[in-house]
């Protein structure tokens, strides 16, 4: 199974853009990056996905290095409901989350 | 829609008991997973169906157990529970296997004393 690396916690100033960076050097070729949150006492909710292209949705934008070895979620203007645990995750059967990255947004 | 719902919300079992957990997932959606979340642990995959089929496993012991219904409706059972199963379970269902996005539920909070 790919594994993901992330920085253990960061903050973020509200209204500035948090950058959110994962490595997966071992990803396969056809395997996507999933990105998930999980605010407190919630279950994780889904953000975004990608393959080898840059996406954007209406929560995030995902940029993917393009040897695919590594990611960066933006959160083009974060908010203190921002707050939370983000997950990088190289689907595997079953997908696994590590410790994810948590972010502090601060006024 | 109606979004992943898990009964019940909160268990507090003793020691040797066992526990059903039920999941019924978001309408259309054939795909349940389940996943343990512990504060030491983080979140672990213990499996997943689909069309009644267990199609994955995490690396649980034997007491961990799953089934999947026809209208896609999941239970997961613990029997002898131990201290170390107290965790929050948490059930997420996908309209496929290996589907992109899950939709997690707010989970089972089990406490084990």
Known sequence: DAKTTQPTSMDCAEGRAANLPCNHSTISGNEYVYWYRQIHSQGPQYIIHGLKNNETNEMASLIITEDRKSSTLILPHATLRDTAVYYCIVRAPGMRFGAGTRLTVKP | ?113
């Open chain 2, 1 to 113: 829609k109606a979004g992943v719902t898990q009964t019940p919300r909160y268990l507090i079992k003793t020691r040797g008991q066992q526990v059903t957990l039920s999941c019924s997932p978001i309408s259309g959606h054939r795909s349940v997973s389940w996943y343990q979340q512990t504060p030491g642990q983080g979140l672990q995959f213990l499996f997943e169906y689909f069309s009644e089929t267990q199609r994955n496993k995490g690396n649980f012991p034997g007491r961990f157990s799953g089934r999947q219904f026809s209208n896609s409706r999941s239970e997961m059972n613990v029997s002898t529970l131990e201290l170390g199963d107290s965790a929050l379970y948490l059930c997420a269902s996908s309209l496929v296997t290996k589907s992109e996005k899950l939709f997690f539920g707010s989970g089972t909070q089990l406490s084990v004393l």
